[in-house]
T-cell receptor, first 114, second 115 residues
Framework: GAVVSQHPSRVICKSGTSVKIECRSL??????MFWYRQFPKQSLMLMAT?????????EQGVEKDKFLINHASLTLSTLTVTSAHPEDSSFYIC??????????FGPGTRLTVL | AQTVTQSQPEMSVQEAETVTLSCTYD???????LFWYKQPPSRQMILVIR??????QNATENRFSVNFQKAAKSFSLKISDSQLGDTAMYFC????????????FGKGTKLTVNP
């Protein structure tokens, strides 16, 4: 089956620093990937849609300059949280589109900002 | 905008019993997909089952089946012969066809299977 990886699985950083999270499709090419945020005991909220070779499409209320998304290849999308603050602490999950109606999810990245 | 509602925040079931999780959704569109995802304690999202709205036949995957009532905009998940490994958060999700392929999730139901 399709496998999506995320790196790192956990990251702790100081307030004001930037953190990059990688999402890779390991055995298939993904022209479209999605980034979600999940707060404790809550549902997944879509942050942005990442398209290979073009700019990401952000959901309403998501700061483009704070959450930088780059989809430079058919197997890699990155999410950079710039100037992170404690309120950015969350669980970030990516998914990769396999077919029109199928997305496979990465294992998630827990970000803690001190 | 589409919305997905899961009215049961938590449920529990005895091992080997059957449990049904509820989901309703709201849309004015006619063509869409519905999904149930499972998120165990590892937090890895796992697709349990999918249903195309144009299909009247309810989807089935081994012990998992759905009751899709399009007119009522209802999409419940039945888990038969519950196993301890079924303990997880279950999310109902909606996706329009021919669009942005965005998934809209419900708030989830925490299912606990007791031995």
């Amino acid at each position: 089956g399709a496998v999506v990886s995320q790196h790192p699985s956990r990251v702790i950083c100081k307030s004001g620093t930037s953190v990059k999270i990688e999402c890779r499709s390991l055995d298939f090419q993904a022209t479209t990937m999605f980034w979600y945020r999940q707060f404790p005991k809550q549902s997944l909220m879509l942050m942005a849609t990442s398209n290979e070779g073009s700019k990401a499409t952000y959901e309403q209320g998501v700061e483009k300059d704070k959450f930088l998304i780059n989809h430079a290849s058919l197997t890699l999308s990155t999410l950079t949280v710039t100037s992170a603050h404690p309120e950015d602490s969350s669980f970030y999950i990516c998914s990769a589109r396999v077919t029109t109606d199928t997305q496979y999810f990465g294992p998630g990245t827990r970000l803690t900002v001190l | 905008a589409q919305t997905v509602t899961q009215s049961q925040p938590e449920m529990s079931v005895q091992e080997a019993e059957t449990v049904t999780l509820s989901c309703t959704y709201d849309t004015s569109e006619n063509n869409y997909y519905l999904f149930w995802y499972k998120q165990p304690p590892s937090r890895q999202m796992i697709l349990v089952i999918r249903q195309e709205a144009y299909k009247q036949q309810n989807a089935t995957e081994n012990r998992f089946s759905v009751n899709f009532q399009k007119a009522a905009k209802s999409f419940s998940l039945k888990i038969s012969d519950s196993q301890l490994g079924d303990t997880a958060m279950y999310f109902c999700a909606f996706m329009l066809t021919g669009g942005s392929e965005k998934l809209v999730f419900g708030k989830g139901t925490k299912l606990t299977v007791n031995p």
